[in-house]
C-alpha cells in the first residue's frame, strides 16, 4: 500500500516553481465548487479583471490557459497561426527554440532572429530580417528568457512587429509580476505567462492576453483551429461576459482560487512596489554572489532581477553543489539549460521568495557548501557585502 | 480592490466536478517542491502505479496529462491518428460528439457509429461498420457517457476493434474508480479519465494510459505530433524510468499531490469495494426518487450507479428547481447537455459523494423544492423508500 505524499519542505530558489505565499496554498484548500456555480463565475470575472491588472491591459480576452505555461504558449500559435504561414522567431534561448518547435508542428515556416544566449534579442536583426520577409504574419520573441535570465526590450520589438504589420506573440512566464510588462503601452498582440514564476502561485495555469486585432484574426480564420481543447472561439464561450457561459471543458476550480489569491496579493503590493522588491533583493544577491567570487553571465543592462545566472567556480562539480544545497539546506537553485547547461547556476527570486531572508540564506548556504568541496571562493565577506547592498537601496 | 475567494460550500452532485475529499484538499496546500526534486519523482513514480492498479493495466505508459479530461482525450487523438487516418468513432452522446472533433480538426475522416441518446453502442453497428471499411486504422468509443447516464459494453468493443486491426480509444472521464474498468483484460490500446468524477480529487487531470501496440504506433509517427505540449514522444522523456528524467513542461506539482492522496484513498478502499458503494448508493438514490414519481431515461441494465438521469415532472421549470437547491441547500445537480437539455436533470453519485447521507439530503432536498413549486410528485414516501433500499442490501 501507498502512503500519503508528505513533501519535505524546500525553500526554491531555481528558475521555477518559487516559494508559494501560505495564503495561495490556503486557497487552493478551500472547497471546491462547480464551474458553472454563479459564486465560480463571480471568481471567473475577478481572476480576468486582475490579470489585465496584472499584464497592464484591457484586452477584453485576458483569462487563464487551464494547463502550464507551454500550453500557454501552444495556445497563441495554434489560434493566431495556419499551416503555411511565415514566423520570425527571435531566438536567444531555450524558449525561443521550442517556439520555433510550435511553428513547424503547425505547418509553419519559421524565419530565425538568432542572437547568442546570454544576450538580448536584436532589434536590429529583427528589423532586417523583415525587410527581407515581407510576406511574414508573425513576430514571436521571449521578453524574460529563463533558461539565460536575460531581459529584451518588448517594447521596442513589439513597435518594430507592428510597422511591419506583423501579430507579435510575447513570452511573458518569468517577467510577470516580476519585472515591468505593460502589454498595451508596448501594442502587444499576444502574450502568455505562467503562474509559478513571479506570481509565486503553484505551477499548472497559464494567463494569456490578445489584442483585439489577434482575435480578429482567430475569429476571421480560414481553417479550424488543430486543437480543440486550445480552440479561443470555444474557450472564449466559456469565458465570456456575465452568466452566458457555454459549457466547453471543467476548468480547474482549485487551481483557479490559488490564481486568484496570487493575483489579490500582487493588487495589495501594487505593481511597482513588486518590481522594485525583485530589483532591491537582486541588488543585495548579486553583491553577496560576487563578494564570493561568482560572476553572472549576462550584461549589467539586461540582467533580470528575478532570474540570476551565475558562473560556477573552476573545479567545482556543480550538481554534487545543487544535490548538498537540497539534502543539508533544503535549498533548490536551477542548473544550467541547453547550451549553459554544467556552467551556471540560475539563482532565482521570484514573487514570494524574492526576499531579504532567502537572499542572506542562499549566499551563506553557497559559502558554505562551496568551502566545503575546497572551491576557490573568497570567505568571509559575502554577508556584509549583502547588508551594504541592503542599505545602499534603503531597505 | 479584489478580496480574496471564499466560496460557500456545497454540496456536489452533477455531473463532476464531484464532492472533494477533506484529505484530498489538505494534500493540494502541502509545501510546493521543484518539479525536478528527487522526492518529486518518487511521486511521480507512486502516481504512476497508482494509476495502473485504477486502470487495471500494466501499460508502462500510464500518467497524467497536465490538463483536464477533454485534454486527455485530445492526447489520445493527436498522438495515435495522422492526417488523412479513417477513425471509427462511436456516438451516443455529447461525448462521443467531441471525438468526432478531434478526428476532424487533426485531418482525418470520422466515421460514425451512431446511437440513441441514453442507449449504449451497439457492438452489432460497429462491426458492420468496421466490415465496410477495412482501412479503418482506430476505434473510438466512450464507456460511461457523463451526457446521458448510459454504460456501454467496453470489453466488447474492444475486442471487436482489435479483431479488425484497430486501435481503440476509450473515454473513462466518468467510469474510473466508480465501476468496473479493467484496461488489460478489455484488450484497450488507449484511455483516458478525469480526476473530479470518480476520483473525488480537484477538476485539473487527466490520467491516461496507452498499450504497447499504442506506444509503437506513437513512435513510429512519418508526421510529428501536431502539438508541443501533448506529445507522448517528449512527455515520455519526463514520466519515464527513475532518476533520467527530460525537462519538458513544469509539471503542477500541488495538483499531483491531490491525485496522488485521491489514489491512495481508492487504493485503501479496494477496487470491488468501492463499485460495490457506487453501485448500493445507487440502488437507494434510484428508490428515493422513484418513490416522488421521477424516472430513469436509461435501461436498467446500462445505468451508471454514479450519473443518475432522471425525468422532469410535467410543468415543472426545471432550471428554477436546480438554482433553488443551490440557494437554499447549497445543492447542485446537473442539468441536461445536448438534446436532453430542459428535459432531465444529472444526479451524481461520484466517489466521496457518493454516501447515504448525500442520498438522503438529495432526495429530501428535491421533494422539498418539489413540492414548494406546486409539482405533481408523490410525497412522504421517499424517506421509507430510501431507507428500505439500504437494508435490501445490507448497508
Not at 518559487?18 to 495564503?23: F, L, T, Y
Not at 508542428?105 to 528589423?127: F, I, N, Y
Not at 503590493?269 to 530589483?279: A, N, P, V, Y
Request: glycine content about 8%.
Amino acid at each position: 500500500m501507498v502512503s500519503s505524499f508528505n513533501p519535505t519542505p524546500r525553500t526554491l530558489m531555481g528558475p521555477g516553481p518559487s516559494d508559494v505565499n501560505p495564503r495561495i496554498l490556503s486557497a487552493l484548500a478551500r472547497p471546491t465548487i462547480g464551474h458553472l456555480d454563479p459564486e465560480f463565475i463571480r471568481l471567473m470575472d475577478e481572476v480576468k479583471s486582475l490579470l489585465q491588472f496584472a499584464f497592464q491591459t484591457e484586452n477584453e480576452l485576458t483569462i487563464p490557459v487551464s494547463a502550464p505555461g507551454s500550453a500557454g504558449m501552444e495556445t497563441c500559435f495554434v489560434n493566431l497561426m495556419s499551416p503555411g504561414d511565415k514566423v520570425i522567431v527571435c531566438v536567444n534561448g531555450v524558449f525561443g527554440n521550442r517556439m520555433v518547435d510550435n511553428v513547424k508542428r503547425l505547418g509553419g515556416e519559421a524565419v530565425l532572429v538568432e542572437d547568442q544566449w546570454g544576450t538580448p534579442v536584436s532589434a536590429e536583426k529583427l528589423r532586417s530580417t523583415l525587410e527581407q520577409h515581407a510576406d511574414a504574419v508573425i513576430v514571436a520573441f521571449v521578453h524574460a528568457e529563463t533558461s539565460t535570465g536575460v531581459r529584451s526590450d518588448a517594447k521596442a520589438l513589439c513597435a518594430i512587429a507592428q510597422e511591419f504589420d506583423c501579430l507579435s506573440i510575447v513570452d511573458c512566464v518569468t517577467s510577470l509580476g516580476g519585472i515591468e510588462v505593460k502589454l498595451d503601452e508596448w501594442g502587444a498582440d499576444a502574450a502568455y505567462s505562467g503562474t509559478q514564476k513571479c506570481l509565486s502561485c503553484v505551477p499548472g495555469l497559464s494567463p494569456i492576453s490578445l489584442s483585439k486585432a489577434a482575435v480578429a484574426r482567430v475569429q476571421s480564420r480560414k481553417t479550424p483551429v488543430s486543437s480543440w481543447f486550445l480552440d479561443l472561439n470555444l474557450v472564449m464561450g466559456y469565458w465570456g461576459q456575465g452568466q452566458t457561459r457555454a459549457y466547453h471543458h471543467t476548468a480547474p476550480v482549485n487551481a483557479l482560487y490559488g490564481l486568484h489569491e496570487s493575483l489579490v496579493i500582487l493588487e495589495e503590493e501594487g505593481l511597482e512596489s513588486s518590481w522594485k522588491r525583485h530589483q532591491h533583493n537582486h541588488l543585495a544577491l548579486r553583491a553577496g554572489v560576487e563578494a564570493l567570487g561568482l560572476k553572472f553571465i549576462v550584461a549589467e543592462d539586461f540582467r533580470l532581477p528575478q532570474l540570476n545566472t551565475v558562473t560556477i567556480p573552476d573545479g567545482v562539480d556543480e550538481g554534487a553543489v545543487r544535490k548538498q544545497l537540497l539534502s543539508l539546506y533544503n535549498l533548490e537553485i536551477g542548473a544550467g539549460l541547453g547550451v549553459l547547461a554544467g556552467k551556471v547556476w540560475r539563482i532565482g527570486l521570484m514573487g514570494y521568495a524574492s526576499n531579504p531572508r532567502n537572499v542572506l540564506f542562499c549566499v551563506n548556504a553557497l559559502e558554505s557548501v562551496l568551502s566545503g568541496n575546497n572551491a576557490h571562493i573568497n570567505r568571509g565577506v559575502a554577508t556584509e557585502a549583502v547588508q551594504k547592498a541592503y542599505s545602499q537601496v534603503g531597505v
